[in-house]
Every structure is written in C-alpha cells, then in structure tokens.
C-alpha cells in the first residue's frame, strides 16, 4: 500500500488556494461595475507610462554565469538537504530505530564538502563572478 | 461480476481514452490549428472522462490515488504534447517545466520524496533555468513563431510510438508479475535515509562529489569569463 497520506494536505491545500481564488474573484465579479475592455485598458501596466517592445526581449549574456553559478549551488543543496533532515539521527542515533550512528564524523564529514567547495566559491569571490559585471 | 455499471464505466473510459488520445493528435498537427480550441476541450472532457471511468472501475481505498495518478499523467503529456506544439519557444519551454512537475509528483506517489525534490529544485530550479536563460540571451528565436513541424516529424512519430509500445507491453508483464519489492526505510523517511547512506556508506563518493562540483564552478568561470 502506497502511502500518500501526509501528501493529500498538500492537495487539500492547493484546492484550497484555488477555491479561495476563484471565490473572490466570483465575489468581485458581482460588486464590481461591468468590466468594458479597450485596448488601452488591455497595455501591461508600467506605472502609468506606456510600455515599449516586447517583455521576451534579448537578455544580456552577464545573466548567464549568475545562473551558472547558482546551478552549481544548486546542486550543493540536494547533497546538503538530506544530511540536515537526518543530522540528529546521524550523530546521536535513536534507540527505537535498529541502525548505528556516525557520530561527530557526520559534522566533519559536510565541513570538508563544504570546505572543498568554499574554494570554489572565493575563487568565484575573487574573480569578481558574483559581483555585477 | 460485469454489472451494468461496470460495463458502463468500462466504456465511459475507453470513449474517453480514445477521445482525448485522438484530439490530441489532432491537435499536434498544424492542418487542425483553427479548431484548437475546440480540441483541447474534447481533450479535457475526455480526460474527465477517463479518470471518472477508472475511479469508479477501482477498490474504493485506492481511488485518490488513482485520481493523483491521473491528475499527473495529464500534467506529463500535456506538458509534453504543449512542448512539442507551442509557436513560442519560451513557452515551449515553460509547458515542458509542467511535464516534469508531473513526474516529480509520480516520485511521490511511490514514496521517493527526496527525487521528487530532486526533481523540482535541480530540473526545474536547475537545468529549466539555464534552458530559459539560453532562449533568452539568443536574439533570433524570442519572439519568433516557431514551426514545429519538420519533414523528420512523421519518422520521430513512429519512433515514440514504437518505444511508447515496448514501455507498455514491459509495464503490462511487469503488472502481471510484480517482482519489485520495496525494503523498508532504516530512519522512516526517505530523505533521512538518502543522507545516511551518503554520510556512511558512500562517504568517499560524497566527498569526491564535491571536487566534481568545485571542477565544474571553475570551469564555468573560467569559461564564461575573458580575463
């Protein structure tokens, strides 16, 4: 048996969400005077000036390696996420739970990841890569 | 055992299965354009219809899960079917963001909620963004109406259903016979247990993992930038 239990919260919620959604836009759509688009009505909103172009416009490329580094950050996190959810279990163990703990070596175990990557990141620093360019 | 309403449903899921299955080939090709809106709605009544159908057909424990299934089926090929049919290249790309939402809730529809995790922050986070980013720093595709349609489109077709029959007949035996048994999780979660493997079965692995990662900030760096 597939246990989804704690998920169908997640689901109650986000039809929760919508419903609320759908309801108050109901609700304005019955106290609101009849809307009458025109094209003027339809511009995307700039602060009151008239917007230029397309939003799809060309980006600059200096964009690019901000989101190369934030990738390799990324990353870090998927290896990072797991180790923090189990850390307790990790270094002090449980006695209801039939496994034998690490110990402190779980801590030194991240720091020398992270210290690995700590080096790549002051390299990052140094070159100015996470600086606007 | 085959009461009428059992053979009510049976066809209510098989008329909707065909008709969804249909309108949405015809929406793939360019030819039926002007009816698309007309088509993606038979497409979504017959989707109703479907997951109606095999709620109704199913033990009454296992309906939501069913429904969820469904639910993330459609999320998967209309983000595909989307991907492979937009005009927009940018929205292409966000339909096929939607795909892989899908899949990241078919992880955890079996348990694996640390790869739907995975999904989610390095697909979609991750590798989605490099892909909207590359769309948006080249100039001659933003904005353009892309034809999808190559002369290559009727072979790729028969390739997907060619694969799309070998993953079913594999899945239909694997049904028939299920051999796949799950070993129960040492910390009662499926993260926790992610991360005790990494810290003391694989711990070398992890650490190497690191220097991979460091090699591959540097070179980007160092690729990116002139000086």
Known sequence: MITTGQYNWVALFLLGGACVLGLAFALAALYRPAARPSMLKRLTYESGARALGDALLRFNIRFYILAIVFLMFDVDVIFIFPWAVSFRLLVFGD????????GPSALTEMFVFLGILIIGWAYA???GALEWV | MA???VIFFSYLLVAGLLVGVSSLILLAIARFRPYRRFLATLAVLGFVAF?????????PGYRLLVCYFWLFTAAVVGGGVGCVTMRNVFHAALMLILSLLGVAGYFILVNAEFL????VIIYIGGIM?????GIMVSQNIIGTQLKQNTPQSPWAAICAG??????FFTGLFMTLKPTLTVTPDVLGNNTGSVGWSLMATYALPFEVASVLLLMAMLGAIILVRKD
Not at chain 1, 95 to 102: A, C, E, H, L, S
Not at chain 2, 51 to 59: E, H, I, R, S
Not at chain 2, 162 to 167: A, E, K, S
Request: include cysteine; charge should be positive.
């Open chain 1, 95 to 102: 006695n209801n739970i039939v496994f034998t703990p690490i």
């Open chain 1, 125 to 127: 620093y140094r070159k």
């Open chain 2, 3 to 5: 009461t009428p309403v």
């Open chain 2, 51 to 59: 997951v109606w159908g095999m709620c109704a057909l199913t033990q």
């Open chain 2, 116 to 119: 739907a995790m995975v999904q």
């Open chain 2, 129 to 133: 963004v490099l892909f909207l980013f």
């Open chain 2, 162 to 167: 060619v694969l799309f029959m070998v993953m």
